[in-house]
């Protein structure tokens, strides 16, 4: 059981990137799972979520209309399409399980998280 992250990189202002998280040893669809991400010297940031089923979406508000998070069941991967990135945009991503509504996505000991990917949004 468990998550793996991709996809990161540096990119310029404006620019584009596309995380991937692959899941393994249990339905995407069934769960609930999102990202988080982590800037050096700050607190840890909820981003997106897709709940289970994908009835609720969550998310934060800097990346509403920039970032789309969506899911490939066939390919059991949740994914973050992230568009017009901004230098506050670098951070390390990281996916995760947790619990998701519409203003809402936490975690609980015992959610499961993926190892994190860089993004570094700089010209």
């Known amino acids: 059981v468990q998550l793996q992250a991709s996809g990161g990189g540096l990119v310029q202002p404006g620019g584009s990137l596309k995380l991937s998280c692959v899941v393994s040893?249990?339905?995407?669809?069934?769960?609930?799972i999102g990202w988080f991400r982590q800037a050096p010297g700050k607190e840890r940031e909820e981003v997106a979520c897709?709940?289970?089923?994908?009835?609720?979406?969550y998310y934060t508000d800097p990346v509403k209309g920039r970032f789309t998070i969506s899911r490939d069941d066939a390919k059991n991967t949740i994914y973050l399409q992230m568009d017009s990135l901004k230098p506050e945009d670098s951070a390390i991503y990281y996916c995760?399980?947790?619990?998701?509504?519409?203003?809402?996505?936490?975690?609980?000991?015992?959610?499961?998280w993926g190892q994190g990917t860089q993004v570094t949004v700089s010209s």
């Open positions: 995760a399980t947790g619990h998701c509504g519409d203003d809402y996505y936490y975690t609980l000991p015992g959610d499961i």
């Open positions: 040893g249990f339905r995407a669809y069934y769960s609930t």
């Open positions: 897709l709940s289970g089923e994908a009835t609720d979406t």
